[in-house]
């Protein structure tokens, strides 16, 4: 069963970095569409990215132009390169991916735990 470990969270000022990082264990009968969301406390959860199996990406507005989502298939990791980092970014962020418990089912979500950003100004 696929499990998701996001790193690389941290806490930055204003108009700094980080890249998250989302590795996969055990990643057979997946979909290779990872998504990227954040969630503040009472808030419901955000859509921030994905890049599908064939390599093609989104991106909510907010992040346009500072926001790189991209993997390594060979590693089964994902990456968020966080650029220009603004306080509203604070948030926890989640990867989220599709597999399937054997090829001919349908697929489930699975979360990975979350890591924790802190954008201070």
């Known amino acids: 069963q696929v499990q998701l470990v996001e790193s690389g969270g941290g806490s930055v000022q204003a108009g700094g970095s980080l890249r998250l990082s989302c590795v996969a264990s055990?990643?057979?009968?997946?979909?290779?569409?990872m998504s990227w969301y954040r969630q503040t406390p009472g808030k419901e959860r955000e859509f921030v990215s994905v890049?599908?199996?064939?390599?093609?990406?989104k991106y909510t507005d907010s992040v346009k132009g500072r926001f790189t989502i991209s993997r390594d298939i060979v590693k089964d990791t994902w990456y968020l390169q966080m650029n220009s980092l603004k306080p509203e970014d604070t948030a926890m962020y989640y990867c989220?991916?599709?597999?399937?418990?054997?090829?001919?089912?349908?697929?489930?979500?699975?979360w990975g735990q979350g890591t924790q950003v802190t954008v201070s100004s």
């Open positions: 989220k991916t599709e597999c399937r418990t054997v090829y001919y089912s349908d697929f489930d979500d699975y």
């Open positions: 055990d990643y057979t009968y997946c979909s290779y569409n």
């Open positions: 890049i599908d199996a064939d390599g093609s990406t």
